[in-house]
Structure formats: C-alpha cells, structure tokens
C-alpha cells in the first residue's frame, strides 16, 4: 500500500524500532502533498497535517506492506486517521493513504 510518510517514520531508526525492519523506509522516494502545511499535534512534538491550499508537505512516498500496518496503525495512536491523499512524485500524481490527526487535536500555529 502506498504511504505518505511525513514525520517520525521516515526516520529508518524509527521504523525499526516500530516494525521490526525498515527497507520500507529506505526503498521510499520523495514526495509532495499540495494543499496540506505540517503543524504540530496538539501538545506533543509530533506532526499532523491540515489543509491548506497555498502549501505543500514534502516527505516521503513508501509501499508498505499489508503485514506491518497493524503495527504502524498502533504507533500512530487513535488521534490519527488514515486518510486516502494525492501526492506528487517523480512528475506524477498518485494515490495514497497518509495518517493524519483530526483538525480538533492539530495546533495551527505550531508550524513544523
């Protein structure tokens, strides 16, 4: 399944720790998300996603196998969605899942 990664899993270190292996973040190639600015989870250090139509989010575009999402639902936690998105990579739009958190739990100012 393709995934927009945009925060703590594009780390492979992270990954690992989580999944259990990491080629999944390795073999990712770069992508953009128009439309959507990076902020802060409401507070926590963590990312999430709202809309907004003059920017983009760069990160990450990985197949993920179906085998780690339960693992990786589980570290994203309840406060995210996993949302379908189109992201742009290598010059084409494509469609994917990203997780991002309710607008509700987003802190708009905290710019990341």
């Known amino acids: 399944m393709r995934v927009f990664l945009y925060g703590t899993l594009m780390d492979p270190e992270v990954a690992q720790r989580v999944c259990g292996e ?7 190639r770069p992508a953009l ?15 999430t996603l709202v809309r907004d139509e003059g920017l983009a989010t760069h990160g990450l575009l990985a197949e993920i196998p179906p085998r780690l999402l339960t693992r990786l639902h589980a570290y994203e ?36």
Not at 22 to 28: C, E, M, Q, S, Y
Not at 35 to 42: D, I, Q
Not at 89 to 112: E, M, S
């Open 22 to 28: 990491n080629g999944f973040v390795r073999a990712a």
């Open 33 to 47: 998300l128009p439309g959507w600015r990076k902020v802060s989870l409401r507070g926590t250090p963590f990312p």
């Open 77 to 112: 936690g309840t406060a995210y969605r996993f949302l379908p998105v189109r992201v742009l990579c290598a010059g084409k739009r494509l469609a994917a899942r990203a997780w991002i958190a309710h607008p509700r739990w987003a802190d708009p100012r905290a710019r990341r």
